[in-house]
């Protein structure tokens, strides 16, 4: 077959030829109507108003409210620095339970905020914390449980809300990959006491960088708006302690095109999620994990799981020879947070604790996706990654 040549020329016998001319990676931003952009970047220098609550933030935020169904809106400059908003002003003190498999943002910001992240184990299946084994994690010092909806999959809301009510804990979600995605055919943003989301360019709604902290709790809500802007309330009247977390204009802009182009993305993520899971499914050894059709979501991650006991090629491997044909992809969350500093260093039991999170970062390989990713480029992945499998053992 001549396909199968050409990658045995490029992988074996030419080494850096890659079969993809131009790299397609990952995180690849979806990009809104570029004409209503640029004229809100010109209405945006016209206005001489950059940030500081300005008009096109104000009208994100409440654009986003009503998508949601959410009381609240605060948009921030990034989520780490609402991940750590939201800690702030819960005054949260000692221990906070969250799942180790996750980007490293949410440990940090616990840790930066001076608490003491808890790693709990994953349910493989899900991916998400495993509130199964939470209750185990709770001490005299614990004051809250981070749940995060990875790639956009909701954890477990409803026993996470009865764990916390149960021992008295905040409850946050880090809904930083599950803008647009439901639970119980409700939006993520409703739940727990607040919840965070990422506008950073790689994800399915983009700010360039940003955030938002969104919830219906209306004194959370106010007070968090205090701190996102040093703690002043009025022009010299500082009530709190505050830190700079604004989102400027040209990024609220960006999310306004981003957030009127949403069904679109959705369209895209989704028909590539399908092409992909069709032509990989085929393969033995690699799954592409399901998503359910019965609720809302943003098919922003193509996540696969690679069965080394049945491909008998690592996932390491086969990421190595996508990234040499020119094939972005990347094996988030590696290594989790419990084997990243200072982490590793502070609870190195965590190992042999977290025996479903070590399986899983070394089986996770996420594919690129989004609007720029075309039918024939999947086609052509899946081929490269079919015959890497197929030839696992010899290259
Ligand atoms: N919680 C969770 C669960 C998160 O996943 C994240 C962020 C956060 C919290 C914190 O949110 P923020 O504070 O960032 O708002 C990237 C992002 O930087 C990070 O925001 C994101 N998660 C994480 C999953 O991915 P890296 O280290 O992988 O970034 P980088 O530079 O390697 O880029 C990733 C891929 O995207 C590459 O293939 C290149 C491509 N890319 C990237 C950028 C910036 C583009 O094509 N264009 C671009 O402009 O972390």
Redesign the pocket.
């Given at each position: 077959m001549k396909f199968e040549k050409q990658i045995i020329s490029d992988l074996a016998i030419n080494g850096g030829n890659p079969l993809f001319k131009q790299s397609i990676?990952?995180?690849?931003?979806n990009i809104g109507n570029r004409k209503q952009l640029n004229k809100y970047f010109n209405e945006i220098l016209d206005n001489k108003w950059l940030t500081n609550n300005g008009p096109f933030v104000q009208k994100f935020e409440r654009s986003i409210e009503n998508y949601l169904g959410v009381k609240n809106c605060i948009s921030t400059c990034?989520?780490?620095?609402?991940?750590e908003l939201v800690i702030k002003a819960l005054n949260l003190t000692g221990e906070i339970i969250m799942p180790s498999f996750?980007?490293v943002?949410?440990a940090h910001?616990a840790q930066w905020q001076g608490l003491t992240p808890i790693f709990c184990d994953i349910d493989p299946v899900t991916h998400n914390i495993d509130p199964n084994k939470i209750e185990d994690l709770i001490t005299s010092n614990t004051s809250g449980i981070i749940g995060?909806h990875?790639w956009g999959r909701p954890c477990d809301v409803e026993l996470l809300c009865n764990i916390a009510y149960k021992h008295n804990l905040k409850l946050i979600f880090?809904a930083?990959?599950a803008f647009g995605c439901s639970y119980h055919g409700e939006m993520i943003g409703s739940f727990g006491d607040a919840e965070?989301f990422?506008?950073?360019?790689?994800?399915f709604l983009n700010t360039?960088?940003?955030?938002a902290i969104v919830t219906n709790n209306d004194q959370l809500a106010y007070k968090i708006r205090l701190m996102k802007n040093f703690g002043f309330s009025g022009n010299d009247n500082v009530v709190s302690v505050g830190i700079n977390g604004k989102m400027n204009e040209l990024s609220a802009a960006m999310g306004l095109v981003g957030i009127d182009s949403i069904d679109h993305f959705i369209d895209i993520n989704f028909k590539n999620y399908q092409e992909y899971r069709t032509r990989l499914n085929n393969i033995s050894g690699i799954t592409v994990i399901d998503y359910n059709f019965n609720e809302r979501c943003n098919y922003q991650y193509i996540v696969s799981e690679i069965d080394k006991n049945i491909t008998h090629i690592s996932r390491d491997k086969i990421l190595d020879i996508l990234q040499k044909e020119n094939i972005?992809a990347?094996r988030?969350?590696y290594p989790g947070c419990h084997n990243m500093e200072p982490y590793k260093t502070l609870n190195s039991n965590d190992q042999v604790r977290l025996v479903e999170t070590e399986k899983l970062i070394k089986k996770v390989l996420i594919i690129?996706t989004g609007m720029?990713v075309t039918e024939n480029d999947i086609k052509k992945i899946c081929n490269l990654i079919k015959f890497i499998i197929k030839n696992g053992e010899l290259l």
């Amino acid at each position: 077959m001549k396909f199968e040549k050409q990658i045995i020329s490029d992988l074996a016998i030419n080494g850096g030829n890659p079969l993809f001319k131009q790299s397609i990676p990952v995180g690849r931003p979806n990009i809104g109507n570029r004409k209503q952009l640029n004229k809100y970047f010109n209405e945006i220098l016209d206005n001489k108003w950059l940030t500081n609550n300005g008009p096109f933030v104000q009208k994100f935020e409440r654009s986003i409210e009503n998508y949601l169904g959410v009381k609240n809106c605060i948009s921030t400059c990034n989520a780490t620095i609402g991940l750590e908003l939201v800690i702030k002003a819960l005054n949260l003190t000692g221990e906070i339970i969250m799942p180790s498999f996750t980007f490293v943002a949410t440990a940090h910001a616990a840790q930066w905020q001076g608490l003491t992240p808890i790693f709990c184990d994953i349910d493989p299946v899900t991916h998400n914390i495993d509130p199964n084994k939470i209750e185990d994690l709770i001490t005299s010092n614990t004051s809250g449980i981070i749940g995060v909806h990875l790639w956009g999959r909701p954890c477990d809301v409803e026993l996470l809300c009865n764990i916390a009510y149960k021992h008295n804990l905040k409850l946050i979600f880090d809904a930083a990959h599950a803008f647009g995605c439901s639970y119980h055919g409700e939006m993520i943003g409703s739940f727990g006491d607040a919840e965070v989301f990422s506008f950073h360019a790689t994800k399915f709604l983009n700010t360039f960088e940003g955030g938002a902290i969104v919830t219906n709790n209306d004194q959370l809500a106010y007070k968090i708006r205090l701190m996102k802007n040093f703690g002043f309330s009025g022009n010299d009247n500082v009530v709190s302690v505050g830190i700079n977390g604004k989102m400027n204009e040209l990024s609220a802009a960006m999310g306004l095109v981003g957030i009127d182009s949403i069904d679109h993305f959705i369209d895209i993520n989704f028909k590539n999620y399908q092409e992909y899971r069709t032509r990989l499914n085929n393969i033995s050894g690699i799954t592409v994990i399901d998503y359910n059709f019965n609720e809302r979501c943003n098919y922003q991650y193509i996540v696969s799981e690679i069965d080394k006991n049945i491909t008998h090629i690592s996932r390491d491997k086969i990421l190595d020879i996508l990234q040499k044909e020119n094939i972005l992809a990347r094996r988030y969350f590696y290594p989790g947070c419990h084997n990243m500093e200072p982490y590793k260093t502070l609870n190195s039991n965590d190992q042999v604790r977290l025996v479903e999170t070590e399986k899983l970062i070394k089986k996770v390989l996420i594919i690129p996706t989004g609007m720029s990713v075309t039918e024939n480029d999947i086609k052509k992945i899946c081929n490269l990654i079919k015959f890497i499998i197929k030839n696992g053992e010899l290259l």
